[in-house]
């Protein structure tokens, strides 16, 4: 079955850089799409942004949009998060999410999600 690990999150300052991985394992890694959601404490899980089959296309939230980066490496079924001008509102859990189809925003629409990794924007 799929099983997805992400990795890579910490303390940083605002205005600092961090880059997340997640891999992939299970099944064929290009058949699924691959999200990006986050948790803060207190709210409701929220995309943060997606990429494609291929790693052509992506999207992303208005709140991350031009500070966020998301790629894809098929050859080694990892998908990353670069995440870069923190900002303390970015404080949250992020977790990776695959899908074979197109599912929208919804995280609950997302079939498969890993552990989740902590995220924390210091001021």
């Known amino acids: 079955q799929v099983q997805l690990v992400e990795s890579g999150g910490g303390l940083v300052q605002a205005g600092g850089s961090l880059r997340l991985s997640c891999a992939f394992s299970g099944r064929p890694f290009s058949k699924y799409i691959m999200g990006w959601f986050r948790q803060a404490p207190g709210k409701e899980r929220e995309f943060v942004g997606r990429?494609?089959?291929?790693?052509?296309?992506?999207d992303y939230a208005d709140s991350v949009k031009g500070r966020f980066t998301i790629a894809r490496n098929n050859a080694k079924n990892e998908v990353y998060l670069q995440m870069n001008s923190l900002r303390p509102e970015d404080t949250a859990v992020y977790y990776c999410?695959?899908?074979?189809?197109?599912?929208?925003?919804?995280?609950?629409?997302?079939?498969?999600w890993g552990q989740g990794t902590q995220v924390t924007v210091s001021s």
């Open positions: 999410a695959a899908d074979p189809t197109y599912s929208g925003d919804a995280w609950r629409e997302y079939d498969y």
């Open positions: 990429i494609y089959w291929t790693g052509a296309r992506t």
